[in-house]
């Protein structure tokens, strides 16, 4: 991009405008390009992953001995509640908003969302409820300590009985965050139906976009239902109500229904769009078309549908009868079908591939193979009698990381590596990130692995202390977890070191078939501006030889000469 | 990898090697199978054998299917891999709609086979009663029909933050839950605070307590011990602390116990997350904010938390 000639009056614009320079004082204003606002999103988040890390680390070292010796034990429910809090809704959910900001426009051939100003706002309300969070930490008497499902009565005791207290902010932070994502999923929804480019039908879209679109079906459909929870716990807690409140006729159970109504499709919301960035990647890395691309697609709406029924399974000790339990057990276990589906279209891409082991790839392989235990794992879960002994233990803590670290950041980091060159026009450092892998990969496997046996043995979750049968898994875990801090090391190293004076990245680094690599890299303010490409095939072509758009050596010049 | 075979006959090589790893890891599952019972505390109650058989039987078929999903990826990484400046591609494959079918029909019929199996065991389990509401502050036992099955009971379950307290149908109070052994043992849960869950993992058994409602809940020892009783919904502060035992013990033994502790003065019970608090009050109440301790129960057996326990 040159920025030769242009008119000063559109630093002021409030769209992005074609010929804008590229400086970084954009990162930090009321943007509305879509590309910014994905690295807001995700250099945001990033953040908050230390800062969620840095506070895991703490939970960890309190538990690397039986007795709680560390911090006070109020001290460790609130540290291991904004852990969970912040690693949620400040690290995971921005950093996948991010993702579908700067893929689902340059994938469909978008010149930007549909609604940019809203996205923009969706945006900025994240630093709003991140200070309203941390402010939390100041509050008097200190952060939520009830863990991040908030359940009443717990969470009801105010016991200092100021009106602003830990709870209160944290109650609010939750709900900023709902109409952020409500506000982002209205713009990626309508911008993946209404802004696609020629030719694309919904079975030419790359999968991510089908799993961006089920993931944020779901925003829609499930937000209201926790938003709503959320409000009557904060009536209960600050205006006097009874909604949860047994002593004046109310049901802590029903907080319950609300909260996981969205809560567990909320995973999949987080790991549908990994979904997609596997389906991206094998196909790229092994050089070889997205095995049955069409049953992936579709199955991503399988799992929407089915996450939206399964909510009771975080349930079956609280007293819910038989039938219940059965009925959810089995929409529970249904959704192996269509995960099933998924993983073995990813093996069937792979086989008689021609794999390239680098950074993005090693993320994926790692991902998919702890996903596939985390499956394993999670039908046991939902066998009812099994769940009625490992439910709320450390088997739950280990299989939800499992999926939510060693799956879904997996693929997140396996993204993150993928697309910088395309985002940031420059090649990151392919040693730093093997090193950054194998730490993951290893402290993951360390932390979360051997607490499964801890969960089997009868180990509660959100211990602050425990019997000393257990240390031994605890301490291999806490290993684990210190590992995991270093490697964001050399990450940090490599994201920081590759910006500022990585290689140039030319537009399709991994030869990979696209939209998006049809831009320049970094892409212009409005992508492919007025020359929007035909798409005449279905993605992933490769070893086809049959071009993705009409006219695509046009397209591939014109990249390389921007 | 690429074995070259006739178009119209079965690829005598890629059966083999099929059928090698499928024996393999058939043979890897059984041993997890087997394995997988000792990852548990003993079996103390009559709900622990279904508990670790199921366990067993999901944990074969899910090594079954990891080892064997892993195993194609361990495949492709010796032999797919690209050179250092091999850019070709892989083999055009798009899919295979007849495989497709079959890698959704088969995880469909397994998981139903799973599901259908466990209610058959569910149903046999039959622990849960049921689940009244009443006002807090009015007495909940008047409330309860007893379980008819049961041969002792109702025992009352009364769980605070955070301590235990066991009520027998004698009057008997106690900080540690006696049960003579093979008796079906009727409980009435109940919470004046805030959730609770009570949890014996060497009985597999776990049950949420809820403020506002009695829970009528009936299992059966079948192993002589203590073991340890452990508040598993997070109740605030002293959480981790609110813990204690349950001794299984011969009838005789039992019944001895009872008569014995029925002559014992009420004097306060386990309290144990009091000494915490108190720490904490004397380093001048630093800290996030909690309740205080409820205060310990009156009882007639206040127990002895220092005794080893069995699981």
């Known amino acids: 991009m040159t920025s030769t000639n242009y008119d000063p009056r559109i630093l002021k614009a409030p769209h992005p405008v ?26 945001t988040s990033l953040f908050f992953l230390l800062v969620g890390g840095l506070l895991a680390m703490i939970v960890r070292g309190e538990l690397i001995t039986p007795p709680a010796d560390l911090v006070d034990p109020s001290v460790y429910n609130g540290l291991y509640t904004m852990h969970g809090t912040v690693m949620l809704f400040l690290f995971l959910f921005p950093i996948l908003n991010g993702f579908n900001n700067l893929l689902i426009p340059t994938m469909i051939g978008a010149p930007d969302m549909a609604f940019p100003k809203l996205n923009a706002a969706a945006f900025w309300l994240v630093p709003v409820f991140a200070t309203v969070l941390m402010g939390s930490f100041f509050a008097p008497g200190g952060p939520a300590s009830s863990g991040w499902w908030s359940y009443p009565p717990m969470s009801l005791q105010n016991p200092l009985g100021h009106f602003i207290n830990g709870e209160f902010l944290w109650i609010l932070a939750v709900a900023l965050s709902g109409i952020s994502s409500i506000m982002g999923a209205v713009n990626f929804v309508t911008t993946i139906i209404r802004m696609r480019a020629p030719g694309m039908g919904f079975f030419k879209m790359p999968v991510y976009v089908w799993t961006a679109w089920a993931a944020q079906t779901i925003q829609l459909v499930g937000l209201p239902a926790l938003t709503g929870g959320a409000v009557m716990l904060l009536f209960d807690l600050s205006f006097g109500t009874s909604f949860f409140r047994p002593e004046g006729g109310g049901d802590p159970v029903l907080f319950q229904h609300f909260f996981w109504f969205y809560s567990h499709p909320a995973v999949y919301v987080l790991v549908l ?290 | 990898m690429t074995t070259t075979a006739p178009k119209n006959g079965p690829n005598i090589g890629a059966i083999l090697i099929i059928s090698i790893a499928v024996a393999i890891n058939l043979v890897i599952a059984k041993l997890m199978a087997t394995w ?91 622990t849960l009663g049921p689940k009244h509401k009443y006002a807090i502050g009015s007495d909940p036992t008047t409330l309860v029909s007893v379980d008819p099955s049961a041969d002792i009971g109702p025992i009352d379950v009364i769980a605070r ?18 049960l003579p052994i093979d008796q079906r043992v009727n409980l009435r849960l109940i919470s004046e605070d805030v959730l609770h869950s009570f949890y014996v993992p060497a009985f597999r058994l776990k049950q949420d307590i809820i403020p506002g409602s009695i829970i009528s809940y009936s299992l059966t020892p079948t192993k002589e011990g203590r073991f340890r009783l452990r508040d598993a919904m997070f109740s605030g502060a002293y959480f981790s602390q609110n813990q204690t035992d349950v001794i299984v013990e011969s009838e005789q033994t039992y ?55 069995d699981a």
């Open chain 1, 273 to 562: 769009p990994v979904f997609g960035i596997f389906s991206e990647l094998f196909p790229v890395y092994a050089r070889k078309p997205l095995f049955g691309y069409r049953f992936v697609a579709l199955a991503s709406f399988g799992i929407t549908f089915l996450s939206l029924i399964v909510w009771a399974h975080h349930m079956f000790y609280t007293g819910t009868p038989n039938w219940m339990r059965h009925i959810f057990m089995f929409t529970t276990m249904l959704i192996a079908v269509p995960t099933g589906v998924k993983v073995f279209a990813w093996l069937g891409t792979l086989w008689q591939g021609n794999l390239r082991l680098n950074t993005p790839m090693l993320f994926c392989l790692g991902g998919l193979f702890n996903f596939i235990f985390a499956g394993i794992t999670g039908v046991m879960l939902a066998t009812v009698p099994i769940d009625i002994h490992v439910g709320n233990t450390y088997f739950v803590v280990a299989h939800f990381h499992y999926v939510i670290f060693n799956t879904i950041a997996f693929g997140v980091f396996a993204g993150i590596y993928h697309w910088f060159p395309k985002f940031t026009g420059r090649m990151y450092y392919e040693g730093l990130g093997k090193v950054h892998f194998a730490l993951t990969f290893i402290g993951a496997t360390l932390n979360w692995l051997p607490l499964h046996w801890a969960g089997l043995l009868g180990m509660p979750r959100r211990v602050a202390s425990y019997d000393p049968e257990f240390a031994i898994w605890n301490v291999i875990a806490s290993i684990g977890a210190f590992m995991l801090g270093v490697a964001s090391i050399p990450f940090i190293l490599n994201m920081v070191s590759s910006w500022a004076r990585g290689p140039q990245a030319p537009p399709n680094p991994w030869r990979a078939i696209g939209l998006e690599w049809l831009l320049p890299s970094p892409p212009p303010a409005e992508n492919f501006e007025d020359d929007i490409p035909t798409v005449i095939s279905e993605p992933y072509g490769y070893g086809l030889g049959h071009p993705l758009v009409e006219d695509e050596e046009f397209y591939v010049r014109r990249s390389q000469e921007a």
């Open chain 1, 18 to 43: 074609p010929g804008a320079p590229d400086n970084w004082k954009r990162f930090f204003s009321f943007n509305t390009d879509a590309k910014v606002i994905g690295i807001q999103y995700i250099a």
């Open chain 2, 161 to 178: 933050q955070w301590s235990w307290e066991f009520v027998y149908p004698s009057g008997v109070r106690s900080s540690e839950l006696h």
């Open chain 2, 36 to 126: 997988s019972y000792s990852w548990f505390p003993p079996q103390a109650s009559s709900a622990a054998a279904y508990v670790d058989d199921l366990f067993a039987l999901e944990t074969g078929i899910g090594s079954f299917i990891f080892f064997g999903c892993t195993g194609v990826m361990g495949w492709v990484l010796l032999f797919n891999r690209a050179g250092k400046y091999d850019e070709s591609d892989g083999a055009p494959i798009e899919g295979n709609t007849k495989l497709e079918i079959i890698w959704t029909i088969i995880p469909l019929v397994t998981v139903f086979a799973i599901a259908a199996y466990t209610m058959n065991v569910n149903m046999k389990l039959q």
């Open chain 2, 255 to 309: 019944d001895g116990w009872l008569k014995a502790t029925a002559k014992q003065p009420l004097r306060p019970g386990l309290d144990p997350g009091r000494p915490l608090y108190d720490r904490r009050l004397s380093r001048g109440d630093k800290g996030w904010a909690t309740v205080p301790p409820a205060p310990a129960p009156m009882v007639n057996d206040p127990g002895d938390p220092s005794l080893p326990h």
